[in-house]
């Protein structure tokens, strides 16, 4: 008798793959934690020293996360109103956060106990920071001001009220401690220096200003405003250097990755790109469920953090490499008998070239339908490749095996409603698959051939059918339609082809 052959799935070209090594670097991030707070993350902000723990504003406080267990660590809840841009200091030690009635909140970030308040705002405080030696605390509002406070004193030491409307955003310089900018919804970025009484340089974004980033070396910042990121020159006056737009919606936050080599943006549409910074190209992009107000990432790069527009947090995280060396392995103790790692033992070795390797020929498992296949129990075959969940290729060899062996017939007799439905419903779904439409098409036919004389007796088959009628005519259609313009297209490059060859001189009398 001979020996039986497996069904072999027929193999269908992949689409070319353009994986790159930022995209490979991205998607090594973890599957998202996702947290659900109870309104709007406006903030996230990361402690520029270890453990890199992060700061979550949401609603009427401010919640510190561990970056360690990726759980809330504390809860600064000393807010009446709501709260906004929680930002530690670069030490990691102290907090500060803006609240709805103009008020600026020094938190100590250990104890939870507020150190110092800031009152001269009339309206909502939407940006704080601190200075890079963190001795003084920037603070900018709705009521259109920008203020300068001095920690150690509680004072106010500048104060500027040049924008023309709501300033929601700032950042401190990182080549000085008396330089910073701030964005406005006037449509403007402005320096200031704490040494002059009023701005240094004026930036014109053209739209509304959501963020600013100042770059590492202090010579260039970006600004996001609508779905429009620029790149400044500052020593060279506020010269542009690049636009791009990547987001088909206004942009809300941008920060950098750990090297500064890549530029991460943030929108409502619900994607962060991340940009190369040596040409502002886009390398990949990272898609959230919802609108993002916020985005993160920590100096190590090991934890990303959106906040959402409905509340939700995700925080993606890399695992450090559990990968041993060969030292490690030799000096591993022998695996104790009846142990995991002493049946596993010798997987790992390669046979030298002078060992007799002892090869074991094993039966070969069948799957369901190889089974059915062997016993001729077509209509079995069949079914077992339509149940779970299915595996076009595998349904498709089947049937072309079924045919070969002049079976299919057999198999698509006898069906009552219920056996013949998930065969329609494959129909329905990939008989307009270039790949799978003359094997499908053969199918269609011969279903029509068998239950022809029935039709009409059963609605869910007659709307079953009558999709498919309308899904074939419609793919014939789109069909006729190509063909058409293909046609025009000819007769355009035809005409184009003759004007070419023409002379561009005619030498015939005047």
């Known amino acids: 008798m001979a020996a039986f052959n497996k069904l072999v799935v027929k193999s269908y070209p992949r689409i070319a793959s353009r994986e790159t090594s930022d995209t490979k670097y991205w998607n090594k991030y973890s599957f998202p934690i996702t947290v659900k707070e109870s309104s709007a993350i406006s903030f996230v902000n990361f402690s520029q020293t270890q453990p890199h723990d992060f700061a979550v504003t949401t609603s009427n406080k401010v919640q510190i996360y561990s970056s360690t267990t990726n759980e809330v660590k504390k809860t600064l809840s ?6 906004y841009s929680g930002c530690f200091r670069p030490d990691g030690k102290l907090l500060v ?21 800031f009152t001269g705002h009339t309206r909502a405080v939407h940006s704080t920071r601190f200075s890079l030696d963190g001795l003084q605390v920037l603070s900018t509002s709705d009521d259109c001001s920008v203020r300068l406070w001095d920690l150690s004193g ?29 964005g406005s919804y006037d449509h403007t970025v402005k320096m200031w220096d704490n040494r002059s009484p009023a701005s240094v340089m004026t930036i014109d974004h053209g739209h509304p200003v959501e963020d600013i980033l100042v770059f590492p070396s202090g010579g260039l910042c970006a600004s996001a405003g609508h779905n429009m990121i620029k790149i400044w020159d500052i020593l060279a006056g506020g010269r542009l250097v690049a636009a791009f737009t990547n987001h088909q919606k206004t942009i809300t936050s941008l920060c950098f990755d750990g090297q500064c080599t890549r530029l991460l943006s943030a929108s409502l549409d619900r994607h962060v790109k991340i940009y190369d910074v040596k040409d502002y190209k886009v390398v990949h992009s990272i898609h959230y469920p919802s609108p993002i107000l916020s985005v993160g990432i920590s100096l190590n790069d090991k934890h990303i953090v959106v906040g959402m527009s409905d509340g939700l947090l995700s925080i993606k ?22 142990s995991y790692r002493y049946f596993l033992r010798g997987k790992n070795q390669k046979p030298e070239q002078d060992d007799f390797v002892v090869t074991s020929t094993r039966k070969p498992k069948l799957s369901a339908h190889d089974k059915f296949l062997k016993n001729f129990e077509y209509t079995n075959a069949l079914d077992s490749v339509l149940q779970g969940r299915l595996n076009p290729p595998v349904v498709i060899s089947l049937i072309m095996e079924l045919i070969r062996r ?8 006898g069906r009552d409603e219920d056996t013949l ?74 005409v184009a082809a003759s004007n070419r060859e023409e002379p561009l001189f005619h030498n015939g009398p005047s």
């Open 78 to 83: 000393r807010f009446k109103e709501q709260a």
């Open 97 to 117: 956060a803006g609240t709805e009635n103009g008020i600026a909140k020094v938190f100590d970030a250990s104890s939870r106990v507020v150190l110092r308040e």
């Open 154 to 182: 509680e004072k106010e030491i500048f104060k500027a009220t040049e924008h023309k409307d709501y300033v929601r955003t700032s950042d401190v310089s990182s080549s000085s401690n008396n330089i910073w900018l701030t």
């Open 317 to 338: 995280y890399r695992t450090p490499s559990s990968e041993k060396g060969e030292s490690a392995v030799r000096s591993m103790p022998a695996p104790r008998a009846g």
């Open 406 to 413: 002049q079976g299919l017939q057999i198999a698509l007799s």
């Open 421 to 494: 439905l998930p065969i329609l419903s494959f129909l329905n779904k990939h008989i307009c698959n270039p790949r799978y439409t003359p094997t499908l098409i053969d199918v269609t036919n011969t279903i029509l051939d068998i239950y022809g004389p029935v039709l009409g007796q059963s609605p869910k088959l007659d709307d079953m059918l009558a999709k498919l009628k309308m899904k074939i005519a419609s793919e014939l259609n789109y069909q006729k339609q190509a063909f058409e313009l293909m046609g025009s297209l000819d007769t355009i490059f035809a």
